[in-house]
């Protein structure tokens, strides 16, 4: 498999090293112009307008300042595309969508099997602890810049797809008593944690949890890589990990 790998972070030099090991090649790397300018393998996105079709899949794990050019560059080449860029706006994720009528995309805020088995589940674990009190919890190291986390957001939006329930971020003050139709979102930072997401439901005299850890990004990548695999072999569409795993 040839990849473009867009973004060349910590998770885009993971993603590089594991391909390599399997005997995969990288020919086109690219990043912000900051970037560029200390990396000589790298190319600026700005290049974009100009590169022809080098891949057979696009890896995206930069942010959304070069989700526009991505998206203007797999249209014109025809590049299947894996995103899993956080914190796009709702007009980039609908440009990344309607790319599904002419490639097979996918997008998704975690690759890691075992948080794609938590979203998997936890409809079926809501539809059965019904009028139960839901909070999510997310911890991340102290380097993490946004919050919540795009994990937690798509645990909510398994918990709640048609967005029934308000998302209460945090609680300060007099605030008043919890009501029924919320759901409450916490952040964590600190130290070196690569990534925890926590589930509660509450309920009258007990509580049932379900919580995922991450022991480091590889589990990401293996996910991202193996879903790369199979969405080449894929007809034009806009795909979800759901798609990819349980499909």
Known sequence: MKVLIAGYGRMGRLIEQTLFEAGDTVPVRIDTAEVAAKESDVLPSSRLGTLDKVADVIMDFSNPSLTD????????TGTPFLSGTTNMTGDQHRAFAALGAEMPVIWASNYSFGINLFTHILPEITKALQGWDIEVTETHHNKKVDAPSGTAKTLADAIDPDRDYKRVYGRE??????????????SLRGGTVVGEHKVDYFGTDEVFEITHKMGSRQILVNGAITAARRLIAKASGCYTMEDILFG
Request: net charge neutral; proline share 0%.
């Open 173 to 186: 003050g007099n605030c008043g008593a919890r009501t029924e139709k919320e759901i409450g979102m916490h």
């Open 69 to 76: 050019e991505l998206i203007d560059y797999a249209k014109r």
